[in-house]
């Protein structure tokens, strides 16, 4: 034990230290990773996803463990992300070569010079919810007036402030919320910010101390921002524009990325379950429900596709994202983007090359018969 | 051998202290706890915000998650605390050679101790949410032959930073601790640079360095964590806490468990870092506190 540990120590120290002393100069020669990678019969591929590995992006890991990046040619690692990761500005800076981030956000990067590109809106609709307890009396964006909104900040915030906005309510107190429901059970949010396939579900998997049951959807009021039509385009995959433009091979790779996610996500589509496995065994501690919710929950914001295929950016979608990055103002008066983001910002070439390929294999892209599951949540999660 | 037992005795009846305290304050503490108009002095006593110690300790042996085949929680733990522990190590060593190069080099030469000293104060004022990131990139650009980076190489040089700081002054301050008359007794042997530093100012340092690796221990670990959760690495204890935070209000004991790891892993380290000081015993005559 102290041998195994001395030994393994120091080796990590000689090779800390010698990544330390190179680092400089290597640096300067990363540009020539896709150059390296001919003689390997794939292609390296680096995913960055927003947050940790969970269901939210089921699509990947299916296509992962069912071996589609690998049919495309691709040797695609995905990477979670943690508290401070910021996925727009890794794929801006050239560390990874695909991220996941919502779309408001990465308005917000563009402006601010990152020169990246939407090539597939996966997420059709927005899953983020305001949840309120039945008996507090909220249930429309009016009556959010004079009440303590939970939210967790850091560009997650746009469409509450966008619904607030619309609806003339300014006499609000915002709350920053944790990665967790307590401040909302214990009192002190009324109405907190929630997703439908992840906090809400933290909810229905709490012991409600009146019954001592589990909570019940009847036990509260919901505020979605779909409903509201304050909804903004959320999980997209992000490519470099540069690249894109110049780089004919990235395009080409992009492609295929895209096709093999989409078989990913077709397959989340088909094989809930399974996909739910998939996911917790790609290192996820979420319990199985709540991860089956997940995925189920998931799949109800991509399927079916009215876009005319999943990935395809629907423009009037793209154009009313814009439009609130443009107006919204938050509580210190500060709005997204100040004009209206460049050409470059999203792009449905790539995606309608990918679904053209997969029509001809037969794979149906749209899911027009898709009926959700319907998943009974255990304590906990589990 | 008595002394031992009588420290370890000691050390449980901390532990239970802490249990009792926390019973305790839960027994007899405001359901609501208290609050000075907005700010929150004391926290509530519910079984949400504080689940019973019994509680958290009975999470333990159950399964993670209800997955067929999950490991008990605290297999769980131990596996995350012992990934961070290797980390910590790695940043804690990083951190004291660096460190201790930095007060070389600053006691070696007056020019760089004005130069470097004001930016070694200056560093530990940089927030760590903003290095992480940073790090994090530069180490995904590396690649040099069959040597990737890896993720843990991130947290262990964020770690370090936090830990080479306490090394760095605690280490100068030491080196420049001899009296005059034992420099000037050196001089007068002809001493050189060298076997001055070797027979005179690191023996005397001695009493100021292990109280500042003591603290670069502390730094480790509390480092290795924070930039776990920061860079989002899968695997430590730092990523158990940001995952299990998920779980709060649906199983509220779960959430204690990878504390416990780190609490674990503090003790640890402190305990291994406070076996560097035996050897060295005949040095530590009168050891300051850093």
Known sequence: MRINSGISLRAGLVGTLAAVALAGCASTTSDDDDGGAATADLTPVTLQLQWLTQAQFAGYYAALDQG???????????????????????????????????????????EQGAQITDVAQVFERSATLQVSFADAGIDSVAELDGKKIGSWGYGNEWEL????????????????????????????????????????????????????????????????????GTAMLQDAIWADATRLADDEEYAETTVKFLKASIRGWVFARDNPEETAEIVTAAGSTLGASHQLWM?????????????????MVDPAAWEATVEMSLETS??????????????????????????????????????????PLSVTLAAGGS | MRRRLADLGLGVAAL?????????????????????????????TTDLAMPHVWEMLGRLPEPLTGAPGAVPLWVAVLQA?????????????????????????????????????????????????????????????????????????????????????PVAVG???????????????????????????VRLRLPASVPYVLPAIRLAGANAVV??????????????????????????????????????????LGLLVAGLVSLVGLPLGRYRRAEVTA
Request: hydrophobic share 45%; aromatic share 10%.
């Open chain 2, 16 to 44: 239970l202290g802490v249990a009792a305290t926390w019973e305790l304050y839960k027994l007899l503490g405001p359901e609501q706890g208290w609050s000075v108009r907005e700010v929150r002095v004391l926290p509530r």
């Open chain 2, 81 to 165: 605390s012992g990934f961070s522990l290797a980390v910590a190590l790695v940043s804690w060593v990083l951190g004291v050679v660096v460190g201790f190069c930095f007060a070389v080099g600053m006691q070696r030469f007056a020019l760089v101790e004005a130069a470097v000293l004001p930016l070694v104060v200056l560093s530990q004022t940089v927030p760590l949410i903003a290095l992480a990131p940073l790090v994090k990139g530069w180490g995904g650009r590396v690649e040099i032959g069959g040597f990737a980076w890896q993720g843990w190489m991130s947290v262990a040089v964020i770690a370090s930073y936090l830990a080479f700081f």
């Open chain 1, 68 to 110: 589609y990046y690998e049919e495309e040619g691709l040797d695609v690692s995905i990477l979670p992300s943690g508290g401070d990761v910021v996925p727009q500005d890794a794929l801006a800076n050239g560390e990874v070569d695909y991220a996941i981030a919502w779309v408001p956000k990465v308005l917000g990067s563009i």
């Open chain 1, 330 to 371: 938050n509580e210190t008066g500060a709005t997204i983007i100040s004009t209206e983001p460049p050409s470059t910002a999203y792009s449905n070439t790539y995606i309608e090359q990918a679904l053209a390929e997969l029509v001809e294999d037969g794979v149906d892209v749209t899911g027009d018969g898709f009926e």
């Open chain 1, 295 to 311: 995925t189920n929950e998931v799949n109800k914001l991509i399927w079916p596709s009215t876009t005319g295929g999943i990935g």
């Open chain 1, 161 to 228: 402030f966008a619904g607030l906005n619309r609806a003339g309510v300014t006499d609000v107190e915002i709350i920053q919320q944790a990665f967790d429901m307590n401040a909302f059970l214990a009192g002190d949010i009324d109405a907190a910010q929630a997703m439908t396939y992840n906090e809400y579900a933290q909810l229905l998997e709490s012991e409600n101390p009146e019954t001592g049951d589990l909570y019940q959807p009847e036990d509260f009021s919901v505020i979605d921002w779909n409903e509201e």
């Open chain 2, 223 to 264: 480092g290795t964590i924070v930039a776990e959760v920061s860079t989002g690495l899968p695997g430590g204890v730092g990523r158990m806490i940001l995952e299990f935070a998920n779980f709060a209000s649906s199983d509220p004991a779960k959430p204690w468990a990878p504390l416990l790891g780190a609490v674990l």
């Open chain 2, 171 to 197: 280490a100068l301050r030491g080196l420049q601790s001899p009296d005059s008359i034992h420099r000037e007794l050196m001089r007068a042997y002809g001493a050189g640079w060298w076997s001055t530093l």
